[in-house]
């Protein structure tokens, strides 16, 4: 059992820099492939990007690519997601999940764990 918990949300204006932060518990998170999604009001959750449980290899949605940056640090237990040039329509609820499938799937099915997710607010 992995439970994670994000935080470093909140209100910016478009064009900030927010870094997201997720924890895990258990000494199993080295283990795990790490990914981060948003949901936005009415719409569905999507895949932002994803990264093996070495931190070797990673990957991203065209949606994130050349803005946002996925790291870990599996001393910490700790996933991260950088956000650079914010724009209003990334205002979503962001959640980190854990999976054991292969580290590039994109599919919310093929993660196990969740976190609560942690809101962003960019306004213009």
């Known amino acids: 059992q992995v439970q994670l918990v994000e935080s470093g949300g909140g209100l910016v204006q478009a064009g900030d820099s927010l870094r997201l932060s997720c924890t895990a518990s258990?000494?199993?998170?080295?283990?795990?492939?790490m990914a981060w999604f948003r949901q936005a009001p009415g719409k569905g959750r999507e895949f932002l990007a994803s990264?093996?449980?070495?931190?070797?290899?990673?990957y991203y949605a065209d949606s994130a690519k050349g803005r946002f940056t996925i790291s870990r640090d599996n001393a910490k237990n700790t996933v991260y997601l950088q956000m650079n040039s914010l724009k209003p329509e990334d205002t979503a609820v962001y959640y980190c999940?854990?999976?054991?499938?292969?580290?590039?799937?994109?599919?919310?099915?093929?993660?196990?764990?969740w976190g609560q997710g942690t809101q962003v607010t960019v306004s213009s």
């Open positions: 999940a854990a999976g054991v499938r292969r580290f590039d799937t994109t599919r919310t099915s093929d993660y196990m764990y």
């Open positions: 258990g000494r199993t998170f080295s283990t795990y492939s």
């Open positions: 990264i093996h449980s070495s931190g070797g290899r990673t």
